[in-house]
């Protein structure tokens, strides 16, 4: 398996491929794929990783070459939903016999691709979680999963058979009205979030639960939502009573919490049925 | 005219009421609106001026009362969106006899009110805006619009006599995709902004700038985007390049500055043809 680095949205740090390199190298050699991270993974425009036009032709590089098995995205940060509009059409055949992995940002992609129904999606860790408090096992976890199938890398499921996705709810909710939502009837939707504050996921979750398409999924599972910061006042209630709220006004049932998140313990979670 | 004031999302500083009605006795009797403060304006429960029931109801007391012209939204914060589903359908006839004024996290109560056909919406100055610097030229301004329908106090257009209708950026992203969205072909579209870093004006005005509805706007104008927190690493442009990418992306005319913001400054936007 070999598998393309590139980075859609924002920069990594450089010392990810080192450190990634050197666990790759001392895995055992049956388990042990070919990576390589596009140049442009440390490539820098502003608040991006290279200016559209960079990560675009990064993107297609990894994707339409018949060499790579899969496109692993180096990190999230934003930037992903800028590119979507050119490369969708510019995607060939090699880009359809491939694993797409990564989660954040790169929603904005997963949702497009799958949207599309190009290659074999999933929300699951990334290079850049290297730099993570044991992170190295978000990465092998990853690593598992795209070179080995690992089943024990995927997040469990509540409605077992059902089609899942994954998303950061944010990115999820800056997605509706765009060409690049998939429509997420009849699955087991996984939602997490990072960084923001209890109103803000509540207003995200009402608009998330708003779309008719969502009101079809086979339900919500809450996936970790830390750290949240502070509400000033106090919200007054958890992330889990406001995703029962919101799933209960709109008749979508709440399948409880998902393993999924901005952390080390962040599983896999393909899109569709796998 | 008899104003009534409620509070559909945060509660307002007890000492708002006290520091407007003294502002209004001091009005030339020919310009001074008899103003009614809800008591739910000052309610409490975790991040709302009351629970959903509580501000849905305060806003149908003022809102079905034929004795008041004007519905006057107390202050932003969070929380319209909540109860736009219950309030909506409950509406009677006198509310349709009616302006009501607010913005920031209002827009949830603007847009369903306008998109139903309900009343005279318009977008402009809050009873908490005279806590602001200069807060009182804010609140002199929006008086004059409910009371005397200023022409004066109206933010420029930059396309005469086209139907106008204005958001914060934020609130009409996370409208998107739910059933409070009017349909805003046609018209020019002014945005603010306050508080967000530029990657998020960024990526919520990708997500308005797709919406095929907003595509066939007149045009869009950008008002004031302040403060904005940096942006780490620095964004690359300023919130004007920012919109007029996207405008330009979406074939949507960007028509220059709009004179409305989170400040004392902020002008009155009415909705549709005035």
Not at 42 to 70: C, K, Y
Not at 88 to 105: H, I
């Amino acid at each position: 398996m070999k598998i393309g680095i590139v980075a859609p949205g924002g920069p990594i740090a450089p010392e990810v491929e080192e450190k990634l390199s050197a666990l790759v190298a001392a895995l055992p050699a049956a388990h042990r794929p070919e990576i390589w991270f596009h140049p442009q993974c440390v490539a820098s425009s502003g608040h991006f990783a290279g200016d559209d036009a960079t990560r675009a032709a990064a993107f297609l590089d990894v994707a339409n070459d018949p060499e790579f098995g899969a496109v692993w995205f180096a990190r999230g940060g934003y930037g992903s939903f800028r590119i979507v509009e050119a490369v969708l059409p510019a995607l060939t055949d090699a880009a359809r016999d491939k694993l797409y992995l990564g989660y954040s940002d790169v929603g904005a992609l997963n949702a497009a691709l799958y949207r599309a129904g190009i290659g074999r999606v999933a929300h699951g860790p990334m290079p850049s979680d290297i730099n993570r408090d044991d992170g190295e096992a978000a990465v092998r976890r990853a690593l598992a999963f795209l070179t080995d199938g690992d089943a024990s890398a995927r997040a469990p499921v509540a409605v077992p058979g059902a089609p899942t996705a994954a998303f950061n709810i944010t990115i999820l909710a800056h997605l509706i009205g765009t060409p690049a939502l998939p429509d997420l009837s009849g699955h087991v939707l996984m939602l997490e979030e990072v960084s923001e504050r209890m109103y803000r996921i509540d207003r995200a979750l009402g608009q998330i639960t708003s779309v008719p398409e969502i009101r079809r999924a086979a339900g919500i599972m809450l996936g970790r939502c830390a750290p949240i910061p502070g509400n000033d006042p106090e919200f007054g209630c958890t992330e889990e009573e406001v995703a029962r709220y919101w799933c209960e006004r709109a008749g979508i049932p709440y399948l409880g919490r998902a393993d999924i998140g901005h952390d080390a313990a962040n599983k896999v979670v393909p899109f569709g049925a796998w």
